[in-house]
T-cell receptor
Framework: GAGVSQSPSNKVTEKGKDVELRCDPI?????LYWYRQSLGQGLEFLIY????????KSGLPSDRFSAERTGGSVSTLTIQRTQQEDSAVYLC??????????????FGQGTRLTVV | SQQGEEDPQALSIQEGENATMNCSYK?????LQWYRQNSGRGLVHLIL?????REKHSGRLRVTLDTSKKSSSLLITASRAADTASYFC???????????FGQGTTLQVKP
């Protein structure tokens, strides 16, 4: 596709349920990032992938959060046993290379997760 | 924890005025980027300035970078109502590969 695609756009789930959020990056982009944004706040870094590997998972809030990327393309962020504090917009971005190499990131429109 | 701190948190100006937003960061960087966000969804890249650059222009945007003070500023000249949005700075590091965002400045431009 032409841009970063995220699905679903909105997700309402019951507390305690598991959810999967999907990100389809721009074709050929090797770096992929996940962020979380609570209402009116900045972007909280969660994890990034270089190819299929995740050099830095330090931003994941708890062991209920996990992410994977397969084939150097699609990534899935999974939240197990969701809690109300997980409610936020989850944003995915991709870039041609690691951002230290001076490349911009392209963002998807995000998934708004509401845990009730 | 987040790398960047932005100032002010909120800014309200009249159309035609200039808007200046500041960003400070803590660690060494390879580049600093500015993004715009409308309506709390996807961010759009505005401009990237490398650590060896001091100033960069793009249309009505002017970005400065002072690595000795670990700070950057974004100037929007001749603002328009359509510039109303949240603006974020982000720092990129080759050491970590991360792109870390500040808390953002909410800009309101009144017609």
């Amino acid at each position: 596709g032409a841009g970063v695609s995220q699905s679903p756009s909105n997700k309402v789930t019951e507390k305690g349920k598991d959810v999967e959020l999907r990100c389809d990056p721009i074709s050929g982009h090797t770096a992929l990032y996940w962020y979380r944004q609570s209402l009116g706040q900045g972007l909280e870094f969660l994890i990034y992938f270089q190819g299929n590997s995740a050099p830095d998972k330090s931003g994941l809030p708890s062991d209920r959060f996990s992410a994977e990327r397969t084939g150097g393309s699609v990534s899935t962020l999974t939240i197990q046993r969701t809690q109300q504090e997980d409610s936020a917009v989850y944003l995915c971005a991709s870039s041609l290379a690691r951002t230290g190499t001076n490349t911009e990131a392209f963002f998807g429109q995000g998934t708004r997760l509401t845990v009730v | 924890s987040q790398q960047g701190e932005e100032d002010p948190q909120a800014l309200s100006i009249q159309e035609g005025e200039n808007a200046t937003m500041n960003c400070s960061y803590k660690t060494s960087i390879n580049n600093l980027q500015w993004y715009r966000q409308n309506s709390g969804r996807g961010l759009v890249h505005l401009i990237l300035i490398r650590s060896n650059e001091r100033e960069k222009h793009s249309g009505r945007l002017r970005v400065t970078l002072d690595t000795s003070k670990k700070s950057s500023s974004l100037l929007i000249t001749a603002s328009r109502a359509a510039d109303t949005a949240s603006y974020f700075c982000a720092t990129g590091s080759s050491n970590t590969g991360k792109l870390i965002f500040g808390q953002g400045t909410t800009l309101q431009v009144k017609p």
